[in-house]
């Protein structure tokens, strides 16, 4: 994470969101992410409150605050559709490990084993707290202004207060996927209405509610049901090869796809499988670098895109891999290259088109807000929408000097160059450093909550 630095003297505008306040990003290169806005190589965004108010070059805007963007490119945060929060702690434990344990060579460390049935069950409230609030910070460092957040650590309601209120002090946009722990403390669904009443009782927030309706569970029907009751979206798993390569079609013969559910991997799922998905307006979030390093089986993006699915990006486990955006568009642009380019060379002739840059930050802002049920939010640079920015440094020493602007961002740059980041019109990141964040004492808390999870759960951390 960044260095902290006293943002006050870097001439930050003050009061960013408040109702009252205006203020011009001025200059930058402008990659709205709207067709109907267009882009600009030199632009302003004109924010008043949390929303968007105008985007176009040379704006008038007397008596706004103004943020220099020369050099820098201004464009929508990122969303990650899929992120378990709590496992902050376990950061780099499982590098190397896969899935589960299939029988075959290289299973024995597994995420199965040791994550979910060994140490989340130790998780004290305190511990899903500190994990949350690190890294939906760490994560808006990186640019990623929203999370779909699957932290299933519900082992009791005090568990699932502290997750929530890890995502409220963090203070970027969530979607808390409400789902089950385990042991005797663990009432869901039953703790909806009291959740519904006390958390979400507005729509004017940052924080949203969807719920967990995994398909491994034998009363996923009855969670489903629940949320639809309540207008809820469904977030669920599936990996094909445990033994779920067909459910989605039977899920079709009993009438229960929609585009209210978000399907996360859909590895190794049948072909059925997919022209169902396809028809019923079921959404995808992708996890390209952990479904090729865990064995969940080879990313369907093209797969989707043939039944013309449209994915999202999501960061699944830091247990396994980083949870920045930049890893995951690059991992999807060259594996969906990679695959058709492979093609080219044996010969084929009637290719599916090759991903482009603008496609893969299109899966990561666009389709991510689509996916998260919050497109009438987020996901553009779009007038009315709510100012979820980011501005990336274009004239550091590993993108100067700028010739393209969707291929420096999505081929070139990493969390360093995320200068600024903007939550509903606030300032969470100024050139640099996350603002009014107290990282050594953060991180001493999240270490101490590291050692208490292992020694609970009797793992040893090897730390070579």
Known sequence: MSRERDASDRDMPVETGASHRRYLIRGGAVLSMDPKVGDFVRGDVLIEGKKIVAVGPRLHAPGAAVIDAAGMIVMPGFVDTHHHQYQTALRGFLADGLLFNDGLPHGQKNYLDYVHSTITPVYRPQDAYIAEVVS?????????????????????PEHTDAVIRGLQDAGRRAVFVYSPGVGPGSIFPNDLHRLQSRHFSSKDQLLTLAMGGEVFDPAFRTCWSIARQNGLGIVSHLVGSIGQGTLVEQLEREGLLGPDVEFIHASHISANSWKAIAESGATLSIAAPIEMTMRHGLPPIQTALDHGVQPSLSVDVECTMTADFFTQMRTVLTLQRALINERALNGETNLPALLTCRDVIRFATVEGARVARLSQKVGSLTPGKEAD??????????????????????????RSN????????????????????????????????RDYVFQAAGIQREMF
Do not use: C, F, Y
Request: proline share 4%; no cysteine; hydrophobic share 50%.
């Open 418 to 449: 995320v200068d600024t980041v903007i939550v509903a019109g606030r300032i969470r990141k100024w050139r640099g450093a996350l603002v009014g964040v107290n990282w050594p004492h953060l991180r001493s808390t999240l270490e101490a909550s």
């Open 389 to 414: 920015i980011v501005l990336l440094r274009a004239d550091a020493i590993n993108v100067a000097p700028l010739n393209n602007v969707p291929g420096a961002v999505v081929t070139l740059m990493e």
């Open 136 to 156: 939906s910070l760490s994560q808006l460092d990186a640019g990623v202004t929203t999370v779909v957040d699957t932290s299933q650590v519900g082992h009791s």
